[in-house]
Every structure is written in C-alpha cells, then in structure tokens.
C-alpha cells in the first residue's frame, strides 16, 4: 500500500491522507487549509482528479477536516463517504455554517470593490454542494469493521475530542499479508465534559498521529467546575458584573453549559442568569441532545438522575437577532456565551463592544486564539483595541484557561503509541501539529525506540 501525506503536514490545518491499495484510493479527511485561505483557486486545486478517488473516510466534523469536501464532490467525486452518524449530523451543520461565511466575505469584498474595482475571489462551495456532500454520507458505527472491498476494511475507534470523533483503523490484505494503518485524527482529553474519553487504538504496523500540543502540557492545578464557579462568583456575585465567555459553537459551548448545569444543580451558587447567544449553537445542542446515549457516563448519569444535560431554570437561548440585541439592556449581572470563539465576527462582537469598557465585566477565554484576531489582541494585553472601527480601552478583566481544549497534551500523545505494540509498530508520522510541536513529540518518541517520520506535503511511503 502507499500513503501520500497531501494535508497538515508541518501545519495543523488541512487534513487530507491518501491510502492506495491496488489501485483503489481512500482519501482520510479533506480539510479546509487555512494556512493557505478560503477561497476558491486556493483549495479546488487539488494535487489528484477527484473523480479518481473511491472513498472519503471523514474522523469527525472539524472544518480542517471535512471543510474541503463539497469542493472534493463540486469537481467531480462521486464515492461515498464514510463518518459516524453525529459526525454526518454535525459537518453538515459546519459546512452549511462555511458557505454563510464565504458569502458573508464575498458581500464585503464586493462592498469593498466599488472602492477599489479589482475582481474578488469566489466562494469555494455553495449550499448545492453542501447538499450533494451530504447524499453521498455513510454512516457507520463504531468499533465495528467495515469492508471497503474484498482487501480491506475500515473500524471507528472513539477518540473522544468531539462528538461522533474517530479514529480511523484500516485493515490491508496484500500479497497474502495483513497490514494495519491507524490515523488518529484528532485524540482527545480524559475526563472532559459530555465527551467520552478516547479509546486505546488497536495494535497496529503504521500510525499517522496528530500532534496538536506536542511539547506542550495541559495544567492540572484546577478543575474545571472550580474554575467557573470562582470566575462566577468574583464576577456576578461579589460584584454586580458581567462575565462573558466567548466558545466555539460546536462542542465547547455544550462542555460548558453542561459544566455550569452541574454547579447550579449541586445549589453551590445564586441563580444568575446564563444567555447562550449563537444560532448554530442552539443547532448543534439539539444534535448532542439527538446523540445522548453516545455521551460520556458522567453526562449520562446526570440526564438520568436530574434530566436535560443542556437545560436548567437560569438558562436561556437567544432565539433570534432582536432578542440578542435586547440583552445588552439587561441591567442584572449575568453570564454570556456567545461566538466566535476568536473573537473575529459572530454576535460576541457586539457584547465586547457594549462591555469592554466596564470595569466589572469579565472577559473568559476558554479556547486558542490564533495571531492577528480580536481574542489573541486582548490575551496580548493590549490596552486599546479596535472594534467596529472604534478605539475602545480595554477595563474589562481578560482571564483565560486551557481546561476546555480539546486535544490530548504530549502526554496524551505519548501513551497513545506507548499502548501500541512496540515490535509491530514500524514506523510513527506526525501531522496536524506547527513542526516545533512535531519535533517535540518525535525527540520523546525516539528516545523510547520508535521509529519517527515528519512528512513533507506530498511526500509518498511505500508501506
Ligand atoms: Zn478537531
């Protein structure tokens, strides 16, 4: 079999592997690659006819996973392609989510452009060919082997970091021999909430393992109740603050809504009113709702034991624009969870510019912010920024903490091939990971005997 690495290689965006066995090619993931933009002539060039391909196998939903997909079938794939069921549920909700962005930048280029009459860049895909990818999904459970053909098969291994996330285990009958490949997709953290823990994969020969927070280590002074409830307290108790959280819509919104539902059900703090203010994430709670019994045991037993995970007497869903609008009249201290998680566009930006200048507002991080956005600004400690073309000074108290990612730290990626058996394993290549991060994780492994490979984007292994 050959492996061509065409994504996330020596970057963490973009994932897209390619598998031939006899001729017959499976693509693992095709991501958006933000290191190179969003628009069309960045992403449709891709390095194979997509007519060629004969299988997509998709980890989970994440948009550097599955956000170059309806470009895959808007050029000529016509497979189908295999994910478990939430993960389908969610990547449709993403992508449609993609095309409102892409349309969103094109209407403000084209504003732009009667300023400065050069000719924008196209969207990458449209809802048509998000509603093409979307016929095309098989879903399949997991831990259960899937035959592809008469050579090979395919099993989901849950690997935690997201709801419906897999990793990918194929199974090769070659020349009268057995072969195992594993692609980790992204590997999650123990104990986070609502998500299950990931699985130990099965003894393998090659392993394509992310590499996220390789050389970087997760704190563990604090949990993460602990955190909220003293945030909470200092916030809109002691004081008669705001706090705003700004999340993810898709996963972290649901880990801490369920997180708060568990500190105000113990009873261990005043009801303060909690707005959840993003649509798509009102859209994916109903798909965690949906999905429940694929919950973690701790979710579980609280659904069981207390009803909704993700409803509770102060909480409320912003239903629409006005409602959103309405609450920066709300005079009582309160908490809100709004998108995006960057800070760049999305409703949160109207909370900050209502509330950074006030001294008893809390501003909490609970996610990365990439360079060059509003979050990485505030984290930075700038004293000024820009938003909505005005200079606003920041009073606001910025805090941030690491306990909500959603990805293994090096520990993590380390006992993942420590549980592998060390004489099959042949070979270990990282990806999803900045090359520093890499090096990292690969200076630890070869310490241990393993063999560690950092591909470069295109570059074939014979296996
Ligand atoms: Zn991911």
């Known amino acids: 079999m050959k492996l061509t690495i065409w994504g996330a290689a020596r970057q963490v965006t973009g994932s897209m592997h390619l598998l031939e066995i006899n ?43 599955s956000g170059n997909i309806p470009t895959l079938v808007r050029m000529g794939f016509d497979g189908q392609i295999l994910s478990t069921s939430p993960t389908a549920d969610l990547t449709e909700l993403l992508l449609l989510d993609s095309v409102n962005i892409f349309l969103g930048k094109e209407r403000k280029h084209n504003r732009n452009k009667r300023r400065s009459k050069s000719s924008g ?47 990918a285990v194929f199974t090769v009958e070659e020349n009268g021999t057995q ?14 909430p609502v998500i299950v823990d990931p699985q130990p994969l099965p003894p393998v020969d ?36 705001r706090l705003i959280i700004p999340a993810f819509s898709i996963g972290r919104t649901q880990a801490l809504v369920f997180s708060l539902n568990k500190i105000f059900s113990k009873g261990l703090l005043p009801k303060v009113k909690i707005f959840v203010d993003s649509p798509l994430a009102n859209y994916a709670t109903e798909i965690f709702r949906k999905y429940s019994s694929s919950l973690n045991e701790d979710a579980q037993e609280f659904y069981r034991l207390k009803g909704d995970n993700f409803e509770f007497d102060n909480l409320f869903y912003v239903q629409n624009l006005k409602e959103s609008k309405e609450l920066t009249n709300y005079l009582e201290p309160c ?129």
């Open 23 to 65: 001729n017959y090619k499976i693509l693992i993931d095709c991501g958006l690659d933000y290191e190179k933009g969003t628009w069309q002539e960045e992403n449709e060039l891709f390095p194979f006819a997509p007519s060629d391909i004969d299988v997509v196998v998709l980890t989970h939903a994440h948009i550097d996973h």
């Open 121 to 167: 860049p196209k969207p990458l895909y449209l809802q048509k060919h998000v509603m093409d990818t979307m016929e095309r999904f098989v879903t399949i459970g997991f831990n259960k082997p899937f035959r592809l053909n008469g050579s090979v098969s395919v099993e989901f291994i849950p690997a935690g970091h997201l709801l419906g996330a897999a990793s």
């Open 179 to 192: 072969k195992k490949i594993a692609f980790t997709g992204d590997i999650g953290r123990h104990n986070y």
């Open 206 to 241: 090659y392993l394509v393992s992310e590499s996220t927070y390789g050389g970087r280590f997760h704190s563990k002074e604090s949990q993460i109740e602990q955190v909220l409830l003293d945030t909470v307290e200092q916030t809109c108790i002691k004081n008669p603050g």
């Open 335 to 463: 908490i809100i969870i709004s998108s995006a998680g960057m800070l760049e566009g999305g409703r949160i930006q109207d909370h900050l510019y209502y509330n950074i200048q006030n001294y008893y507002c809390t501003i909490l991080f609970i996610g990365y912010s990439a360079k060059g956005t509003l979050g990485h600004r505030l984290l930075r400690g700038d004293p000024v920024v820009h938003i909505r073309d005005r200079e606003l000074a920041v009073y606001a108290t910025i805090k941030q903490t690491d306990l909500f990612s959603g990805h293994a730290d090096h520990e993590g990626l380390v006992s993942l091939v420590r549980n592998q058996d060390k004489a099959q394993l042949k070979k270990v290549f990282l990806v999803h990971g900045e090359l520093q991060s890499m090096e990292a994780l690969r200076s630890d492994l070869v310490q241990e005997g393993y063999q560690v490979q950092i591909p470069e984007k295109g570059e074939v292994f014979e296996l």
